[in-house]
């Protein structure tokens, strides 16, 4: 009698912890077969030539799992084996990133999305008239509002998966708010008495509504960090500016 021959047939792939049927394997002089598998997984029927395999947590977590057909030979005949190489994908991961604030006008590079267990990626832009996105099949693309645009933009990262899950495809949202202009306004002039003091009325219209508020010269002022300073004794005439910073996008007027 011939030794037993085991061909395992060829490899495959699968997504996540989906059953695969192993086809295309055969075996010659063999009058007993059992598949093993190098992972944690199970065959529906370890002594059928063609068994539907489910991976199992190991196999998942390797990406990888080796399956083993044993041909038992005819009397003293040597046995056979073969395997067959089963690719275990996870499913595709996106995170689009930190939500942002920008000052109208200005274009957005996203720096902190991720990705993985991806063969491609998309971003889409929410509503479609708010702008556009460059570099929109990277981690690391750019927003450019349409002009004019004010209000929030929801930038969409889709990431299509890979191997055997080809065919999934997760999405993850992150929002620019598009912030309108500040307005810094340093108030009315103002007369006082030689070696008075006063009251500066400083306001700000636009933007965020979190601000840090900068006047000049500071040397003349109690505190020049906040909206509403008080001057310190003014012996002549002195001019105060008005610097506010939105804190959220970043913008200064």
Not at 50 to 79: E, F, R
Not at 129 to 149: E, K, V
Not at 220 to 226: H, T, V
Request: net charge negative.
């Amino acid at each position: 009698s011939n030794p037993a021959v085991a061909n395992a047939g060829s490899d495959m792939e699968t997504c996540k912890l989906a059953p695969v049927t192993i086809t295309g394997a055969t075996a010659l002089n063999a009058n007993t077969l059992r598949w093993t598998s190098s992972g944690n997984g199970t065959f529906d029927d370890s002594t059928s030539l063609n068994p539907a395999y489910t991976p199992g947590s190991i196999d998942l977590a390797a990406g990888v799992v080796i399956l083993t057909l044993h041909a038992g030979g005819n009397g003293a005949c040597p046995a056979g084996t073969d395997i067959a190489v089963l690719t275990v994908n996870k499913l595709p991961v996106a995170n689009a990133g930190s939500d942002a604030g920008i000052c109208i006008g200005k274009n957005f590079t996203i720096a902190d999305a991720t990705a993985s267990f991806y063969s491609g990626l998309s971003w889409t832009v929410i509503p479609p008239s708010a702008g556009t996105i460059a570099n929109d099949t990277t981690l690391a693309p750019t927003f450019r509002p349409a002009a004019g645009f004010t209000g929030t933009a929801s930038l969409v990262l889709h990431a299509t998966g890979k191997g055997g899950c080809l065919a999934n495809v997760v999405a993850d949202t992150m929002r620019v708010d598009v912030i309108s202009s500040l307005v810094a306004d340093a108030g009315p002039d103002q007369t006082i008495l030689p070696g008075a003091t006063a009251v500066l009325l400083g306001n700000v219209s636009g933007g965020s509504g979190f601000y840090a508020w900068n006047w000049i010269p500071a040397a003349q002022l109690e505190n020049s960090g906040i909206q509403n300073p008080v001057t310190r004794a003014l012996f002549a005439d002195t001019k105060f500016e008005l610097t506010v910073l939105d804190i959220n996008t970043g913008c200064t007027h």
